[in-house]
């Protein structure tokens, strides 16, 4: 259990490939025609990409753009950009550590140009310098030189900040396709853990909603099965007695008896329906979801960072007082947490969630991955922290100066001590 982003990536690009779709019914299926560099040799990434890449029957009018996740035995994920274009028998793909969607589809499409243009060894030559590029500064802008006065350039995300509208495409597309209450349901069903079915007749569309919907739960993410575009061959994970969230094509789910899924919470992206089984809205606090859909309601969030601010104050209101709950045990010099403290310290209408989100993982991953930086001697200073400060503010706690006394404990043990702080990154 922990974060499924891999720590410091070599490079910005670990492999591209063009795919062929599977040639008709019974015929061959999907294979890798070409791919770069030749060197990757992950068999295990190689035998699945083009079954993530051609997911299903699927119509396509438009050029759509979506992304798959591949989970390594260490629970780490590598993110496979895809590119479909009409009439083509062949997709791109980029593979890459980094959940860029913007800059790695801007990349697909700019590769695509120069497939189909005059000087054939351009991709080689855009390929090679991007593969070889260091793994640029979040939220700078990129220039690529490749040939002759010819570049790619583009935007990396601020992981720094909050994901913001219309900058983030899957964001955009989630907030665009589905209503306040609709997603409130789904942000509720992901704290409870549910089995959460995604569907749509645009896998484009579909991709971008089960990404959102992990985003939105920043600075927590989801530690189950996690398909953002379900392939045929996968399609028995339905059937998984454990929490997943997968994306599943319209036309693949019809082919699914539901009463063999069991109880699931379904969301249709093209018809902004939800059906559940459970209460999950109405089993969180009142005052959370109120405050959540006035702010999700409001007519200045729908551009900026307001749609993922909105959620992010709902879960400082939810488990922004962690922080009360952290002891430091002198005979180890370490800092600890509390969970019989973080319920008793919860008003009396939250210590029933408080309790339930004791049993949830990703609660015990973001309280792991906040007591491993306090013990190596590190504040965290990202945005969830600092909303956490100004509700302390507004309160009158006097949380924030204990907090920073355990950091001091910790680095006058010298065991870890850290010159510099950092700050944690929003998966964005």
């Given amino acids: 259990m922990g974060s499924r982003l891999r720590e410091n990536p070599r490079r910005l690009l670990e492999c591209w490939c063009e795919v062929v779709g599977p040639q008709g019914e019974g015929g061959r299926p999907p294979w890798i025609s070409q791919k770069f560099p030749s060197t990757y040799t992950d068999e295990e990434v190689l035998k699945s990409v083009p079954q993530f890449t051609f997911p299903c029957p ?32 062949t997709a791109l793909v980029l593979l890459s550590h980094l959940p860029w969607h913007e ?14 243009g005059d000087d054939p060894g351009d991709l080689t030559a855009c390929l090679q310098s991007v593969y070889k590029a260091p793994v640029p500064t979040p939220g700078s802008e990129v220039t690529i030189p490749y040939a002759s006065n010819k570049f790619f350039v583009g935007t990396c995300p601020d992981h720094y900040k909050l994901p913001t509208i219309p900058e983030n495409r899957n964001l955009l597309e989630y907030y665009n396709a589905v209503d306040v209450e609709n997603m409130v349901a789904i942000f509720a069903s992901m704290l409870f853990e549910r089995r959460i079915i995604i569907t749509s007749r645009r896998v484009s569309r579909l991709s971008a909603c089960v990404q959102a919907a992990n985003l939105v739960l920043w600075p927590m993410q989801w530690q189950h099965i996690f398909i953002p575009v379900l392939p045929q061959h996968l399609v028995d994970y339905l059937l998984a007695p454990m929490p997943f969230l997968i994306g599943v094509a319209s036309g ?62 709902a879960l400082v209101q939810l488990i922004g007082n ?3 709950a952290l002891q430091f045990r002198e005979d180890d010099k370490k800092i600890t947490f509390c969970r019989e403290r973080f319920v008793a310290l919860r008003p009396l209408a939250m210590q029933s969630f408080a309790e339930k989100l004791l ?59 850290q010159d510099h702080e950092k700050q944690d990154k929003p998966c964005c």
């Fill in 252 to 313: 693949l789910l019809t082919k699914v008896q539901m009463e063999d899924i069991g109880e699931a919470v379904i969301l249709d992206a093209d018809a902004n329906t939800v059906s559940s089984p459970f209460q999950d809205t109405a089993s969180l606090p009142q005052e959370v979801t109120a405050t959540l859909r006035r702010n999700l309601r409001s007519a200045h969030n729908t551009i900026g960072d307001g749609v993922a601010r909105a959620f992010l104050r």
């Fill in 103 to 116: 800059i790695f589809y801007k990349l697909l499409n700019h590769l695509a140009d120069l497939r189909g």
């Fill in 359 to 417: 049993q949830l993982q990703i609660f015990q991953q973001f309280i792991e991955e906040r007591l491993q930086r306090l013990n190596t001697g590190k504040q965290t200073s990202d945005d969830f922290e600092l909303e956490v400060n100004l509700l302390g503010e507004r309160s009158g706690s006097k949380v924030k100066q204990q907090y920073r006394q355990f950091v001091t404990s910790v680095r006058k043990d010298g065991r870890h001590y």
């Fill in 322 to 324: 962690y922080k009360e």
């Fill in 58 to 89: 699927f119509e396509n009018t438009t050029i759509q753009h979506f992304s798959f996740v591949l989970t390594s035995l260490d629970s780490k994920w590598t993110y496979g950009f895809c590119r479909h274009a009409p009439g083509s028998h």
